[in-house]
């Protein structure tokens, strides 16, 4: 019982001196309000495709499903391309460079998407700029984490991540409650900002303010700091980006072979990839199919509705789980989770009314969270630390590739199925695979 009072005053003995810090406050500050942008621009891109399709007098649900899936192809496809790469080219490339230009970068493409998507009523057009704006992301936000050793010394990079993270987690649960707010605010063609019907578009407008805020705050802040840094490492030319990335792609390759070795031979890493397989399905699934029926019903702002209810019940289980998890069996703990979400999947399928909505999706973010920690506690107790790093890598290398492949499958069954139908089935299958998981486990020495 004397633990949590020494870590919550190591906590704030590394946090106070990294607040004290003028430039990585004014940092943290402009990165929080960056990634308020990036949830803003889900949001404002879901709006955009409810605007189009929920107005439809027949098959709205499944056009709109559909049209999510190939989103949810757009926004994990930067990662399954280039994750392997990003890394290398920043460590590679002036990191304050990377991070002006890519902000600018996304500033300018968020405001394209409203003029295109009204110029040409051309979703793939859409998609194909907003592929630009997440594969920016994936480089920004890797020169981001990157850069934070030089902004604040080797000795305070624990603070320094912590305030990081706090600020993170605000601001993308900011992001989603009012993003749907504003992408749904009437009162944005009140003031002539935008035209009735249109109000989505100010979600891009405020988008692309958010990255301009951030390109500020860095120059400044750069500037500042520009006698103390260090100069970029080696240039490189395009034959040695394209070589890089060649290699990138093999060695990825090559890490997946060595993941798959390892689970074939340990139970435990068998689960956990079992376990990232039957959350991704069931991801894609909510995603793919219960973001329109909720905009059927409340327009996008339901969304950052149900968004923020689910995010806060992941943080009342986040605490709990995590004082309490260590007396339980995990995976047994994170079968059970997936038990009840299959079963809230297959409740918010036969449900309409926000009243009884409102606490499935709490419940659904109460069960998430044992998952979620549990499936990295386990590969923390059983991977050896030489190939750990490798193997999460892989693993969230694969979620995003799965991720794309289930969303695109399912949007593509919307064509046979009705939404609701679909939703209730997949929720159906994760229960039976969780009880079947349940049997099964019991044969093995799963911790």
């Given at each position: 019982m004397q633990v949590c009072p020494v870590r919550a005053e190591t906590q704030r003995s590394q946090l106070l001196p990294v607040i004290r810090m003028p430039e990585f406050l004014l940092f943290a500050?402009?990165?929080?309000?960056?990634?308020?942008?990036?949830?803003?621009?889900?949001?404002?891109?879901?709006?955009?495709?409810?605007?189009r399709f929920l107005q439809m007098p027949d098959g709205a649900e499944q056009s709109a499903a559909q049209a999510i899936s190939f989103l949810s192809v757009v926004v994990a496809l930067p990662t399954i391309l280039f994750g392997p790469l990003a890394g290398i080219l920043v460590d590679r490339w002036n990191r304050r460079r990377v991070m002006v230009v890519c902000d600018s970068g996304r500033a300018l493409l968020v405001l394209l998407i409203p003029?295109?998507?009204?110029?040409?009523?051309?979703?793939?057009?859409?998609?194909?700029?907003?592929?630009?704006v997440f594969l920016l992301g994936l480089f920004f936000n890797t020169a981001r984490v990157s850069i934070i050793p030089n902004l604040v010394g080797t000795d305070k990079v624990l603070g320094a991540n912590s305030l990081m993270n706090l600020i993170g987690r605000v601001a993308t649960l900011l992001g989603v409650f009012f993003g749907g707010l504003i992408v749904d605010w009437q009162g944005w063609s009140r003031l002539r900002i935008t035209s009735p019907g249109r109000e989505w578009t100010a979600g891009f407008y405020i988008d692309a303010l958010t990255y301009l805020i951030s390109v500020v705050a860095l120059v400044v802040?750069?500037?500042?700091?520009a006698d103390s840094w260090q100069r970029p490492q080696t240039r490189l030319t395009v034959g040695d980006e394209a070589r890089l990335f060649i290699d990138g792609q093999s060695r990825m390759l090559r890490e997946v072979r060595e993941l798959w070795q390892m689970v074939s031979r340990d139970p435990t890493v068998f689960f956990v990839n079992s376990a990232v397989c039957l959350?991704?399905?069931?991801?894609?699934?909510?995603?793919?199919?219960?973001?329109?029926i909720i905009q059927s019903h409340m327009g996008t702002k339901g969304v950052g509705y149900v968004g923020g209810i689910g995010s806060a019940g992941l943080v009342v289980s986040s605490l709990f789980f995590g004082a309490l998890g260590h007396r339980t069996r995990k995976h047994r703990v994170m079968l059970v989770s997936f038990m009840v979400l299959g079963m809230v999947?297959?409740?918010?399928?036969?449900?309409?009314?926000?009243?009884?909505?409102a606490p499935l999706c709490f419940l659904a973010g109460l069960a998430l969270s044992p998952i979620n920690i549990g499936m990295d506690t386990l590969l923390h107790e059983v991977v050896p630390e030489s190939v750990r790093g490798r193997i999460f890598s892989t693993r969230d290398w694969l979620l995003h590739l799965f991720f794309a492949v289930s969303a695109l499958v399912i949007g593509q069954l919307t064509h046979f199925f009705d939404v609701y139908h679909l939703l209730f089935a997949i929720g159906g299958l994760v229960v039976l695979v969780s009880i079947a998981g349940l049997?099964?486990?019991?044969?093995?020495?799963?911790p």
């Amino acid at each position: 019982m004397q633990v949590c009072p020494v870590r919550a005053e190591t906590q704030r003995s590394q946090l106070l001196p990294v607040i004290r810090m003028p430039e990585f406050l004014l940092f943290a500050v402009s990165q929080a309000v960056s990634l308020f942008g990036d949830k803003l621009d889900y949001m404002a891109l879901l709006a955009m495709i409810g605007a189009r399709f929920l107005q439809m007098p027949d098959g709205a649900e499944q056009s709109a499903a559909q049209a999510i899936s190939f989103l949810s192809v757009v926004v994990a496809l930067p990662t399954i391309l280039f994750g392997p790469l990003a890394g290398i080219l920043v460590d590679r490339w002036n990191r304050r460079r990377v991070m002006v230009v890519c902000d600018s970068g996304r500033a300018l493409l968020v405001l394209l998407i409203p003029l295109l998507a009204l110029a040409t009523r051309s979703l793939p057009l859409v998609y194909a700029v907003a592929f630009g704006v997440f594969l920016l992301g994936l480089f920004f936000n890797t020169a981001r984490v990157s850069i934070i050793p030089n902004l604040v010394g080797t000795d305070k990079v624990l603070g320094a991540n912590s305030l990081m993270n706090l600020i993170g987690r605000v601001a993308t649960l900011l992001g989603v409650f009012f993003g749907g707010l504003i992408v749904d605010w009437q009162g944005w063609s009140r003031l002539r900002i935008t035209s009735p019907g249109r109000e989505w578009t100010a979600g891009f407008y405020i988008d692309a303010l958010t990255y301009l805020i951030s390109v500020v705050a860095l120059v400044v802040i750069f500037r500042r700091l520009a006698d103390s840094w260090q100069r970029p490492q080696t240039r490189l030319t395009v034959g040695d980006e394209a070589r890089l990335f060649i290699d990138g792609q093999s060695r990825m390759l090559r890490e997946v072979r060595e993941l798959w070795q390892m689970v074939s031979r340990d139970p435990t890493v068998f689960f956990v990839n079992s376990a990232v397989c039957l959350m991704v399905l069931l991801g894609a699934a909510v995603f793919v199919l219960y973001i329109p029926i909720i905009q059927s019903h409340m327009g996008t702002k339901g969304v950052g509705y149900v968004g923020g209810i689910g995010s806060a019940g992941l943080v009342v289980s986040s605490l709990f789980f995590g004082a309490l998890g260590h007396r339980t069996r995990k995976h047994r703990v994170m079968l059970v989770s997936f038990m009840v979400l299959g079963m809230v999947a297959m409740a918010l399928a036969t449900l309409k009314g926000f009243a009884l909505m409102a606490p499935l999706c709490f419940l659904a973010g109460l069960a998430l969270s044992p998952i979620n920690i549990g499936m990295d506690t386990l590969l923390h107790e059983v991977v050896p630390e030489s190939v750990r790093g490798r193997i999460f890598s892989t693993r969230d290398w694969l979620l995003h590739l799965f991720f794309a492949v289930s969303a695109l499958v399912i949007g593509q069954l919307t064509h046979f199925f009705d939404v609701y139908h679909l939703l209730f089935a997949i929720g159906g299958l994760v229960v039976l695979v969780s009880i079947a998981g349940l049997i099964i486990t019991s044969r093995f020495d799963i911790p």
